[in-house]
């Protein structure tokens, strides 16, 4: 048997060059090596011939820098050329790939340094500064791209050279579809950020040919989510799994997006609800219809999504997933039930459980727990953290923490998140990360993060704040004070004083009444004041 094929005779799991993306690069720059992988937004592509190529030589220039199967290597890049590259350089050695939120900063960004292991980060030269000031854990070497900017002096400095024709090494051993491919992290709700472990089949399993079958290698997948989300590292990977192709955008733009998908000929996009809203908020066109796109998976789903079928002529199509899953939830075409998520799909197994994980009766909110047929499916744990893998893997179902409820048709609804999240415009927010950072401020005594509903969909952070006893809080120096210290994400858009917070008789604050008053006449209100924290320009 050959080294592509694997070595275990079981019919759930693929074999290497379906599923492991070294295998799966090489496969389809053999077999279809003049077929385009890639187009960026400046025209430019690359075929799967030098999708390898280029590959190649990133993971040879790694090598030089003793970047070894199993090594952890961190990547915090914008969306583009060099993220890509990067990404499945790592991956062809056999190095786990661990991206960075690039709007991390402060204690943040220094809890997932340490927690990832990595001895070599990869940065975009404009992030540089935000590097110095905090403990760097075990980083040695750091290799810039794209701008010059200086680096902590206790790192070693270098840039890719991908030129010189480079032999690499062998492995030392065949990549396996169940070896670590990916460690992505993901808002904790009792602690800090987690990172998620993810096998090559996890991965796979997440979109690949028989999860989502309404996607196939003749399609050309817009990535418009950044490389360390699910959906910026994942659906790369499983075009490549189809010998299908992708459109690689930084970012998602409203004014942008119908041009940018006519430009790279685009036949398929991920839309967060409020991406979908925003678009159709935009004036009617004579060229509403004058483009290839033929479906959209929108999450969530949205009232407004017939609308966008009608108007645009493209498929709506939803589901419910997280990092740690595998899309186990699906929906068909252009669903009618209203706020669905869909159906349990294949290979699966879903179950809406109380508090004792015994099963609720059809039409009963519970909390969602899953599990899946084929082994490395879903996350194998979180990093270094064996307490929250536990938690979350007890009586041998994930759970997902969040509520749901489902009807005699087996349509799922999504009810709310029994965890402490928000989500904000795709991004899952901890609230510990933003009261920690809260209460650094001298005035606050005590602080509690909460989701509110936003006018464009999922959430809104408000900030509950009481002050130290004889100071008073000033709403527009404490988002100055935060601004530097959270991601422009994280940073509240409402703030709200009480004398104190009110508390459980376990003295925990009770944070379901706080959601239940949401924006009070009281409320302070950052965005009524035009004040805007806004993305940084990484160019």
């Not at 980083?139 to 024709?165: H, K, N, T, W, Y």
Request: net charge negative; hydrophobic share 40%.
């Amino acid at each position: 048997m050959s080294e592509t094929e694997g070595t275990v005779n079981d019919p759930r799991i693929p074999p290497r060059h379906a599923c492991v993306l070294r295998y799966a690069l090489d496969h389809w720059a053999q077999e279809t090596p003049d077929k385009t992988y890639v187009v960026f937004g400046d025209g430019t592509s690359w075929t799967y011939a030098e999708m390898r190529a280029r590959t190649k030589a990133r993971a040879a220039s790694l090598q030089d820098l003793n970047v070894a199967q199993g090594d952890h290597v961190a990547a915090w890049l914008p969306n583009g050329a060099e993220a890509l590259v990067t990404f499945y350089a790592v991956n062809y050695l056999g190095a786990v790939f661990v991206p960075i939120n690039t709007a991390y900063v402060g204690t943040i960004l220094e809890h997932v340094i340490d927690n990832c292991d990595a001895k070599l980060i990869v940065v975009h030269g404009s992030l540089l500064p935000r590097l110095h000031d905090i403990k760097l854990a075990a980083l040695e070497q750091v290799v810039i791209v794209g701008p010059d900017g200086e680096a902590p002096a206790s790192l070693q400095v270098s840039r890719f050279d991908d030129s010189s024709a480079k032999e690499l090494r062998p492995l030392a051993r065949p990549i396996e579809p169940w070896d670590t491919q990916a460690v992505v992290y993901t808002s904790g709700t009792t602690g800090p950020s987690k990172g998620v472990l993810m096998s090559y089949l996890h991965l796979f399993s997440n979109a690949g040919p028989e999860t989502w079958d309404f996607v196939t290698g003749e399609d050309r997948f817009l990535i418009n989510m950044p490389i360390f989300h699910i959906g910026g590292i994942g659906l790369p990977f499983v075009m490549l799994a189809r010998g299908g192709s992708i459109a690689l955008w930084e970012n998602f733009k409203t004014d942008e997006f119908w041009d940018f998908v006519r430009k790279t000929d685009c036949t398929v996009a991920f839309l967060l609800g409020v991406m979908a809203t925003f678009l159709l908020k935009e004036p009617a066109s004579a060229r509403d219809r004058k483009h290839r796109l033929r479906l959209a998976l929108m999450v969530p789903l949205m009232e407004s999504a017939a609308a966008f079928h009608t108007r645009f002529g493209v498929d709506i199509y939803t589901i419910f997933n997280m990092t740690e899953i595998s899309s186990p939830i699906i929906s068909k075409p252009n669903p009618t039930a209203l706020g669905t998520c869909g159906t349990k799909r294949d290979g699966v197994d879903v179950r809406l459980v109380d508090e004792n994980d015994c099963e609720v009766p059809v039409g009963t909110v519970g909390e969602m727990i899953i599990r899946a047929d084929r082994p490395f499916a879903m996350m194998h744990g979180y990093l270094k953290n064996p307490e929250a893998t536990a938690r979350a893997w007890r009586n041998g179902w994930f759970h997902t923490g969040d509520a749901f409820r489902k009807d005699t048709e087996g349509n799922f609804f999504f009810v709310d998140r029994m965890k402490d999240a928000i989500r904000r415009r795709g991004e899952n927010i901890s609230s510990f990360e933003v009261e920690a950072e809260i209460m650094a401020h001298p005035d606050v005594q005590e602080a509690a993060a909460i989701g509110v509903p936003s006018p464009h969909g999922e959430d809104d952070v408000m900030a509950v704040v009481a002050p130290v006893a004889g100071r008073t809080i000033n709403e527009a120096q404490l988002i100055d004070f935060l601004k530097v210290r959270l991601p422009y994400f994280m940073v509240p858009r409402y703030i709200r004083i009480l004398p104190e917070l009110p508390k459980t008789p376990t003295a925990k604050v009770q944070k379901v009444g706080l959601r239940a008053d949401g924006i009070t006449v009281d409320t302070w209100d950052r965005e009524a004041l035009s004040i805007e924290i806004k993305r940084e320009n990484l160019r």
